[in-house]
């Protein structure tokens, strides 16, 4: 089993229309969790941090539980600049992360 | 305040030749990783520094690729011989020590192509 799973996509939404990503780890020790946004021969960049209480960016919510091990990523009111691929990243201890395998988002005029 | 840096952008080689990257992490940061990224998947860890230490390379194919991260700041990532399979970005990234968590920063990545 992977150690950070997402669903690949590709996730296809018209403008305006609310999309959620979910990822699942499966290190229970997992310390911290993190969205990066990757545009198309880009690098990654820090969207959110992903708290325990939940947070919210905007037009973007992430969730955590912990019970489930489960992460989401809440975009609301999708803007074509919000094209990308969704990276889901855990963090343990010595500040060691692991990437899942990205969700790609492609909004539509 | 200046990026992390990597160098070359570009490279395409011919299997069994052998290839280096080099990457300039951001001023002061402690930590530095270098991701493999194939297409269409995500960053898998190669090698993780903690100054010039070696926190993690359980993932690094250690009979072709080496790493060394000398005084703690500039580090390169050699492979000899590549494989056709090792066509991929190598991205490399780097984070400050201290109490909470921050983000990783990356640079632009070499892009690597073996024929």
């Known amino acids: 089993r992977k150690e950070v799973e997402q669903d690949p996509g590709p996730f296809n939404v018209p403008e305006g229309a609310t999309v959620a990503f979910n990822c699942t780890y499966s290190n229970s020790a997992s310390q911290s969790f993190f969205w990066y946004r990757q545009d198309c021969r880009k690098e990654p960049k820090l969207l959110m941090s992903v708290y325990s209480s939940g947070n919210e960016d905007g037009r973007f919510t992430a969730q955590l539980n912990r019970a489930s091990q489960y992460i989401s990523l809440l975009i609301r009111d999708s803007k074509l600049s919000d094209s990308a691929t969704y990276l889901c990243?855990?963090?343990?201890?010595?500040?060691?992360?692991?990437f899942g395998s990205g969700t790609q988002l492609t909004v539509l005029p | 305040e200046a990026g992390v840096a990597q160098s070359p952008r570009y490279k395409i080689i011919e299997k069994r030749q052998s290839v280096a990257f080099w990457c300039n992490p951001i001023s002061g940061h402690a930590t530095l990783y270098w991701y493999q990224q194939i297409l269409g998947q995500g960053p898998k860890l190669l090698i993780q520094?903690?100054?010039?230490?070696?926190?993690?390379d359980s993932q690094l194919p250690k009979d072709r690729f080496s790493a060394e991260r000398l005084k703690g700041v500039d580090s390169t990532l050699k492979i000899q011989p590549a494989k056709l399979e090792d066509s991929a970005v190598y991205l490399c990234a780097s984070s400050p020590m201290g109490g909470s968590w921050t983000e990783a920063f990356f640079g632009q990545g070499t892009r690597l192509t073996v024929v």
């Open positions: 990243v855990v963090g343990r201890s010595a500040r060691q992360l692991t």
């Open positions: 520094f903690q100054n010039n230490g070696v926190v993690d």
